[in-house]
């Protein structure tokens, strides 16, 4: 019945689309298999893409050829480009989303690319022969040959949800969990442990009073998550704002004593920065509220998400909570918020291609990782998708650097570290963010995606026009000099020091209260020389700019990190028979078994004392 593929794809949530998207461009024959074809893509919490660190994570996606960035612009009701009163390290866009829109789109791209079958059914196990994994069996007793997996089971293994003192296996509301899998993997030798993630209620947006809450609009100028040239939504939908407050809480703490949170029956870890209203009130006794987003799901629905309002309490409890938010007097409930816990296996026992140390050609991405977040599962996927491709072709692997991405540091951060609760990306975790910025990520990823053959040569051709011509703006401001008389009347508008002489246009630009268009209102010159370019062009040479020395610091610093990061370790080396580490470090280096130098001194419990170890005996 069914052909040897390549690769099967286990599940078709963010990072499964990514995964089969990325290997049949590539050129590999998929399986993609999931329980209900009628839920790909599915944004099974929030309807929105992007956010701090989240955004710049769909913009490398897209960057190197993936479709998240597509979906999320051809599905957007709003965008927001976030932080703007930082830094543009800062800067983090991100899309309020139509679920159903979202899903369809990610479907529609899926079924128009080439390579890409589909099978609606569940894994029940892995065809496993010897040390190399080779297909899988199905619900229905099928076993289908492939020369690589990769399992991205989200939330699904062994799912458990909790509604108060009310517990059902599922993997998201009305649907079934899976089994079988977890069991098989352990004998096989993987360790695993339990999650616990949430999602709010879900209310008729027709019963709301929108008056009580505060508007909150996208960016006026609108924005994109896709470097193509995608048609983009005209209009937009308003989200809102409201505020929990003492009565909400006292409701709600009325509750805690059939919390399954509370009560000790939810036994794995939730995540830490996107908690439930009752842990919030729990942890932040001293907050008098808690803010409420009011979302809508769609452009035709009036379902509503009530982001920040995450919870497993029994449901007339929440309802009871619900009605006493400002605006929400009225409120009918479409179905109670619940928390859920599943399965994952810890990361450090992924290699940095995410593929399994114990069985080759197995792959694990997304939430099967410890991982929230659709950003991070989809990042994740791709990954996977491009190194299964990779493997079975004997091709080079793609190992993405901290320095280079925010999928690097995903990554190596999963992989060298591990986790013990659901992992979020956030832009301090990476350490070079100046360089890892949304606005460059077509710069620093598109030659990557072009050289695995997943961008074309466009789009190549126009990231390359986009760095020659942001060097040209530059160079103009460099050799263009303003006279003091054209500027100081608008220098003493946006309070900074007058000019007694002339001086080049990139002196004026390097302070941080002029920007290119506040100049062009003193300088024709300037406005005419700029007329040709596009906006994304002239905001990457302003920031070349203004950030030019540090840009030389951060990369002063990833030039002497290289020497670390280039410096590998052969896999199997025995850490055993060097005396000099510490107990615990030669415990942790055989777990990892680090690729580089690089990566051994990010590993916790190896000291610096045994880098120098290291350092030393490799030398010889």
């Known amino acids: 019945m069914f052909k040897k593929y390549d690769i099967i794809v286990v599940g078709a949530g963010h990072a499964g689309c990514e995964a089969a998207a990325a290997a049949a461009n590539l050129g590999s024959s998929v399986l993609l298999i999931t329980m209900n074809m009628a839920t790909i893509a599915q944004m099974s919490c929030n309807p929105a893409m992007g956010g701090v660190a989240k955004g710049q994570i769909v913009r490398e996606i897209d960057a190197m050829g993936g479709y998240s960035g597509i979906v999320t612009d051809k599905s957007m009701i709003q965008f927001r480009m976030l932080n703007l009163s930082k830094g543009p390290a800062m800067w983090s866009p991100r899309a309020q989303n139509d679920r159903m829109k979202f899903a369809e789109e990610w479907r529609l791209m899926l079924e128009r690319t080439p390579n890409v079958d589909f099978w609606q059914d569940t894994v029940k196990s892995l065809v496993v022969k010897g040390d190399r994994v080779a297909g899988v069996i199905t619900s229905l ?6 020369e690589a997996v990769v399992l991205t089971n989200g939330t699904f293994l062994n799912g458990l949800i909790h509604i108060g003192e009310k517990r059902f296996g599922g993997g998201r509301t009305a649907e079934k969990s899976a089994t079988g899998l977890t069991e098989q993997l352990v004998e096989l030798g993987f360790e695993s442990g339990r999650m616990k993630t949430g999602t709010p209620p879900r209310v008729d947006g027709r019963s709301l009073d929108y008056s009580k809450m505060e508007e909150q609009w996208g960016d006026p100028q609108g924005g994109r998550f896709s470097y193509t040239n995608i048609e983009l939504p005209t209009e937009e939908r308003c989200c809102w704002i409201t505020y929990t ?20 029956r939810i036994k794995g870890l939730g995540p830490r920065y996107c908690p439930s209203i009752e842990d919030k009130i729990n942890r932040f006794a001293e907050r008098e509220r808690h803010q409420i987003f009011v979302e809508p799901e769609g452009w035709n629905t009036v379902e509503i998400y009530v982001n920040g309002f995450s919870t497993s309490l029994p449901e007339d409890v929440q ?36 593929e399994t140390k114990l069985i080759n050609n197995l792959f694990f991405a997304g939430q099967i990782n410890g991982t929230t977040g659709y950003e991070e599962a989809a990042s994740q996927g791709f990954i996977a998708g491009i190194n299964a491709h990779q493997k079975i072709n004997d091709e080079h692997e793609l190992i993405m650097k901290r320095s280079e991405s925010y999928i ?21 975790r ?48 460099k050799n263009t000099s303003i006279d003091a008389g054209e500027v100081n009347s608008l220098l003493e508008e946006l309070k900074t020091s007058r000019l007694t002489q002339s001086v080049k246009m990139f002196q004026l630009v390097s302070r941080p209260q002029v920007g290119l268009e506040d100049l062009k209102k003193a300088s024709k010159a300037l406005t005419d020389y700029l007329n040709k370019y596009n906006q994304d062009t002239i905001q990457q040479a302003e920031i070349k700019v203004k950030y030019e020395s540090y840009f030389e610091k951060e990369l002063e610093i990833v030039g002497k990190m290289k020497k670390m990061e280039d410096q590998e370790i052969n896999p199997e080396f025995n850490y055993n028979h060097l005396v000099s580490l510490s107990k615990e470090a030669r415990e942790k280096l055989m777990k990892i078994k680090p690729r580089t130098l690089g990566q051994a001194s990010r590993i916790s419990g190896v000291s610096p004392s045994d880098i120098s170890v290291l350092m030393v005996h490799m030398s010889r």
């Open 430 to 477: 990476a350490e070079h963010r100046l360089l890892l910025r949304q606005d460059n990520a077509d710069i620093r990823l598109s030659p990557i995606g072009h050289k695995l053959g997943l961008i074309s040569d466009e789009r190549l051709d126009v990231v390359n026009k986009k760095i020659s011509n942001s060097d040209d703006i530059v160079r103009f401001l």
């Open 408 to 428: 690097g540091v995903l990554i190596d951060d999963l992989v060298t570290k591990g986790t013990e609760e659901p992992y979020r990306m956030f832009t301090s």
């Open 319 to 354: 309802y009871k909570a619900l009605k006493l938010i400002p605006g929400f007097e009225g409120v009918k409930m479409f179905r109670p918020g619940y928390a859920i816990e599943y399965d994952f296996f810890p990361p450090t026992q992924l290699d940095l291609t995410l």
């Open 245 to 264: 407050n003492s009565e909400v809480h006292d409701t709600l703490k009325e509750g805690f004593e059939k919390s399954p949170m509370f009560t000790g």
């Open 141 to 146: 007793g099928i076993e289908i040959v492939a």
